[in-house]
């Protein structure tokens, strides 16, 4: 990247049930704040429709509080970035569509932003910065992909997941143990307090070596809870079992294909990001794997990896400071296009 002068970056996130504004100096954090959609409980999942309204009525305010908290105007800013995908269409239109419009009122150059890339840079945040090439585990609601990034904008896929991903496994096993959604920090909580050798749930075998699979290993949480609890009247000591056994399968699971990647290929950090990435078992059985390798483990703190609109002005910092630039005829886009990762120049 090249190191002009320093810039005021408004960060914008509407992908899904969080709507998030952030506002950057270059690669500080100036806010980043973030209005998480709780309604949706009520209702087991995400309700596309109702996400829509809930980040139209928040998305003006947000921006607001947040031009506030870094002591600036809409006049300082220089670069407007949004997330353009994946994610709920309605969703995606309202942030996307608002910084279009504050970028067109007020001249100034705006950049779409791939949500995954967004997490894929996260560790970027962090006062240790990731170092190229880096080998990069995101895992959140939507994505499961093992990447090789050689520098900014050269992103390779090693592997992904063939079914469910990370997050939505953790979500979907969350549910069937009555606890709702999202489901990893509640899985988590359980999981503290349960014993993760009294039931040996399966990892999938697969033949692509970096791809994941997790919808064998859901339907083996059901069977147990058929076979053992067909009632449905789990005890809490069986409840926080079954987590702590289906969570130690899943990282299990995510870790076989990160020591493979690092056996096989020459990289100068690890980042694991997404938010998944919360899970404290996650981070700490990684962090023990990548530290034997004597290279640096990053991990985002908390707020950077759940969705957020810090990661999303970073990476069209990123963009921009790599020369990258964008009309306003650009339109949202519900999956990641064929082939997006494997060169992005
Ligand atoms: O990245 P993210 O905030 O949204 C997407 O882009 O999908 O990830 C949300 C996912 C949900 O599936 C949620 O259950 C999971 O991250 N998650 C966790 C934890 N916190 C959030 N999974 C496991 N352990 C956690 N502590
Ligand atoms: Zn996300």
């Given amino acids: 990247m090249n190191s002009s002068r320093s810039l005021n970056i408004l960060g ?3 992908s ?3 709507t998030s504004v952030a506002i950057l100096l270059n690669e500080n954090v100036k806010a980043n704040l973030i209005s998480s959609q709780h309604f949706h409980k009520l209702y087991g999942g995400v309700v596309p429709e109702l996400s829509s309204r809930a980040h139209l009525q928040i998305i003006k305010p947000l921006l607001d509080s947040a031009l506030k908290l870094s ?8 670069l407007i970035t949004a997330t353009a995908g994946p994610g709920l269409i309605g969703a995606l239109l309202v942030g996307l569509t608002f910084a279009k419009g504050l970028a067109f009122s007020l001249n100034k150059p705006f950049i779409p932003v791939n949500h995954i890339e967004g997490h894929i840079f996260s560790g970027f945040l962090m006062d240790q910065k990731p170092e190229f090439p880096m080998l990069v585990l995101v895992v959140s609601g939507g994505h499961t992909l093992l990447l090789y990034a050689e520098d900014y904008t050269k992103i390779y896929k090693l592997g992904t997941t063939v079914d469910d ?3 939505e496994a953790f979500d979907k096993v969350s549910k069937m143990l009555g606890f709702g959604y999202p489901g990893g ?10 014993n993760d050798s009294v039931i040996k749930f399966p990892i999938a075998d697969l033949k692509e070596k970096y791809n994941f699979s997790f919808s064998g290993l859901k339907t083996s949480v059901l069977r147990h809870i058929q076979k053992f609890h067909p009632d449905r009247k789990i ?7 079954i987590s702590a056994s289906f969570q130690k399968a899943l990282t299990d699971a995510l870790i076989k294909n990160v020591m ?13 990001a997404g938010g998944v990435a919360a899970n404290k078992r996650l981070r700490n059985d990684l962090k023990a794997v990548v530290d034997k390798m004597k290279i640096p483990f990053i991990v ?9 609109a810090a990661m999303i002005a970073l990476r069209g910092f990123q963009l921009y400071q790599s020369g990258f630039r964008s009309s306003l005829s650009v339109n949202p886009y519900p999956s990641i296009p064929e082939n997006h990762f494997l060169r992005l120049t």
Avoid: H, W
């Fill in 12 to 14: 914008i996130e509407s």
């Fill in 16 to 18: 899904c049930d969080e």
């Fill in 71 to 78: 002591g600036l105007k809409m006049r300082d800013i220089d």
């Fill in 165 to 167: 991903a990370a997050g």
């Fill in 185 to 194: 920090p509640q899985i988590e909580a359980s999981a503290s307090k349960g």
């Fill in 235 to 241: 005890s809490e000591s069986d409840l926080n079992n």
């Fill in 260 to 272: 493979l990647a690092l056996n096989n290929l020459k990289v100068n950090s690890f980042s694991l």
């Fill in 300 to 308: 985002p703190s908390i707020e950077y990896c759940t969705d957020n």
